[in-house]
């Protein structure tokens, strides 16, 4: 063994160990060259799929900031909510910098998800009025009142609920069951199962609702291919003839405009989802007292990652069916939350009752949205390609005088030789929902009113900016 190992270092000279050594370091440095190109092919082709999307998710990742803006040439993209994290690692330092130093022309306005986080300004002012601590101990159990129809219902939040509506005066709630459910859309899903005839050698229940409709409506209506209820289409196109169930958006998604029922039929049911008839968007002009009405803390309060919606119902037998659709779908709805949206309500309550000077949540809301649909007209103006809705004025019950609409949402229309709007603002950097989700033309656009102060700075900046010179970028 000894001779075999010396014969070997005597056939070994330098030169081989020389050439052996630098063969070894050159295919080091090929398999590090090799694992960097495979990861920018990556990142490329996953930066040309998000473009191909053409931005409907697009979010960028920025770590410790609260933008829902992107830079096209520092910032990753990707399709996912990223969480906001004030505790980057270091390596991400100098991403940082550079993010803070992003020209406003290269950013990406992403507007197309009503995501409220215009109301973090107010709700940081409320501080500790708003802010509950739960108890490790609590909230063990699935029940909460096995004496209610929605026996998962918790007290606080029916009795914020409850006293909510009857200080803004927009739904009566005597002699109402309330439902409670993961955000309006479970509520939805629940009122569907809940009111379509259950004799399935029949065909499906129609759903319609009049364009432009909510564009989650036939997504969520067809999601589970019922045998019980199905996507209609356009209430205005609708026969009547047969059983249907009508859904009105009052204010409507998207167009703001108030709605009532549209199609004439003798076998129709109605459900009325109020998400915006609150006093920051539209004028209070009476108490509703409709058979089944779905409300969210999303968009009254701003709050929604906290996932509550409610229905007020009229008729227990419906009220029960949409329990059982609930208990059966996630086996009721989490506590937390409901006690976190009792806690939020409440404050909202109290701020319109306080005494003080300080801004109530309806007035920072109003104020707010008057002064974002100013500012837009504005920009529609200066700009000459667009146009939005006229509203009228209308006597608000709740503020005791005339106001005028001011949506959530602005049904923006691009005018003259541009055919697809969704397209045109997109190659301006402008992420917005086209007409066709809502069953109407690519020449309009859904834009979200609701985004922070300085993303909706920047939009109505750069929208004011496209003119006839300059639409083409």
Known sequence: MAMGFNKMLRFLSLKHLLMLSMALNLSLLLSRLIAESESLRFKIQEDEKSQERGGNDHYCLVWGTRDNTCDTSTSDQSTAHVSKNTSPPAALAEDIEVEKAIQPDSVIINLDHGDPTMYEQFWEKTGEKATIVIPGWQSLSYFSDISNVCWFLEPEFAGEVRRLHKLVGNANTDDRHIVVGTGSTQLYMAALYALAPTDTSKQPISVVSAAPFYSSYPLMTDFLKSGLYKWGGDAYTFNGEEPYIELITSPNNPDGF???????????????????????????????????????????????????????VKDKDIAQKMTKFIELNTIGVSKDSQLRAAKILGAVSDSCTDSSDSESFFEFGRRLMTQRWKQLRDAVRTSGLFSLPEFT?????????????HPAFAWLRCEGDIEDCQ????????????????????????VSMLDRDKNFGLFVERLSNIT?????P
């Open 258 to 312: 108030t709605r009532k029922p549209v199609v004439n039929g003798t076998g129709g049911i109605l459900v009325h989802d109020l998400a915006y008839y609150w006093p920051q968007y539209t004028p209070i002009t009476s108490q509703l007292d409709h058979e089944l009405l779905l409300f969210t803390v999303s968009k009254s309060t701003g709050h929604a990652g906290t996932r509550i919606g409610w229905a007020l």
């Open 423 to 446: 397209k045109f603002l997109r190659d301006h950097k402008i992420i917005t929902r086209s007409g066709k989700h809502f069953g109407r033309d690519i020449k309009f656009v859904r």
């Open 393 to 405: 004025s209308d006597f608000c019950n709740y503020y005791e005088k005339y106001s005028e609409l």
């Open 468 to 472: 006839s010179e300059t639409k083409f």
